[in-house]
């Protein structure tokens, strides 16, 4: 009995320097990808943000026992220390959030609901995303994770510039943006020249519809040309 005893202990202490191991090479990693992603916020700045703008309490729970949580985990290898993915948020239910994404993360702790799509509308709007395309983003960060090489490899852009540019949000929000003119529109016919306009007027950045590309997604939205001047929806 002693024998097996004393294998059981080896075997735990051996485990526990193992983990021990592989926690501290984790906290390094978390790091090293930290210092690589950008960061447009002082540690004296983040503090004077928190404390104005969320009274140093938890966006969840209330609690004042906080500690500042990167909506997209640094781990990842995405978001980084700018106040669009930063959040205070109670250590406890930091514990279980710390690398998962988290919107996965609310459903499976059932955080409150309203607090949760409360800060999501937050930080979609310092992102200048509607909370839809945020999450979008959210999961494409968790997609196409990175480490300290890629990061440097990408010149160290924003990762929602890198989303942006790898899924064509521009020219999707431009689409989108016609459809939802020519729906509003009752004769289901617009020129050109004022949706040039319209795009100006409403921040929305304009594509050169000649560009083939650009005719294949108003197509595949079933929107047609009438004399290469006007647009409508195809019935």
């Given at each position: 009995?002693?024998?097996?005893?004393d294998?059981?202990?080896?075997s735990?202490?051996?485990?526990?320097?193992?983990?021990e191991?592989?926690e501290?090479?984790?906290?390094?990693?978390?790091?090293?990808i930290?210092?690589?992603?950008?960061?447009?916020?002082?540690?004296?700045?983040?503090?004077?943000y928190?404390?104005?703008?969320?009274?140093?309490?938890?966006?969840i729970?209330?609690?004042k026992?906080?500690?500042?949580?990167?909506?997209?985990?640094?781990?990842?290898?995405?978001?980084?220390?700018?106040?669009?993915?930063?959040?205070?948020?109670d250590?406890?239910?930091n514990?279980?959030?710390?690398?998962?994404n988290?919107?996965?993360?609310?459903?499976?702790?059932?955080i409150?609901?309203?607090?949760?799509?409360?800060?999501?509308?937050?930080?979609?709007?310092?992102?200048?995303?509607?909370?839809?395309?945020?999450?979008e983003?959210?999961?494409w960060c968790?997609?196409?994770?990175r480490?300290?090489?890629?990061?440097?490899?990408d010149?160290?852009?924003?990762?929602?510039?890198?989303?942006?540019?790898s899924?064509?949000?521009?020219?999707?929000?431009f689409?989108?943006?016609?459809?939802k003119?020519?729906?509003?529109?009752?004769?289901?016919?617009?020129?050109?020249?004022?949706?040039?306009?319209?795009?100006?007027?409403n921040?929305?950045?304009?594509?050169?519809?000649r560009?083939?590309?650009?005719?294949?997604m108003?197509?595949?939205?079933k929107?047609?040309?009438?004399?290469?001047?006007?647009?409508?929806?195809?019935?």
């Amino acid at each position: 009995m002693s024998r097996i005893s004393d294998i059981v202990n080896n075997s735990k202490r051996v485990f526990d320097l193992n983990k021990e191991f592989i926690e501290q090479r984790s906290a390094k990693r978390r790091v090293d990808i930290a210092k690589a992603l950008p960061t447009d916020i002082s540690y004296g700045q983040l503090k004077v943000y928190i404390n104005d703008n969320f009274n140093n309490t938890c966006v969840i729970s209330g609690s004042k026992n906080i500690e500042v949580d990167h909506f997209i985990p640094v781990s990842w290898g995405h978001g980084g220390n700018y106040i669009g993915n930063l959040m205070p948020l109670d250590i406890e239910l930091n514990k279980f959030k710390r690398e998962m994404n988290p919107f996965e993360w609310a459903k499976k702790f059932k955080i409150d609901n309203d607090k949760f799509n409360e800060i999501v509308k937050y930080l979609s709007e310092l992102n200048g995303l509607s909370p839809i395309d945020f999450e979008e983003f959210v999961y494409w960060c968790e997609k196409n994770k990175r480490d300290v090489k890629q990061i440097k490899e990408d010149d160290l852009m924003y990762s929602i510039d890198l989303w942006k540019e790898s899924t064509n949000y521009p020219e999707r929000k431009f689409i989108e943006f016609i459809v939802k003119l020519l729906k509003a529109n009752k004769q289901q016919l617009i020129d050109i020249k004022t949706i040039k306009l319209l795009c100006k007027d409403n921040r929305i950045q304009y594509f050169d519809l000649r560009d083939n590309e650009v005719r294949e997604m108003l197509k595949k939205k079933k929107v047609i040309f009438v004399d290469q001047q006007y647009l409508k929806m195809k019935r």
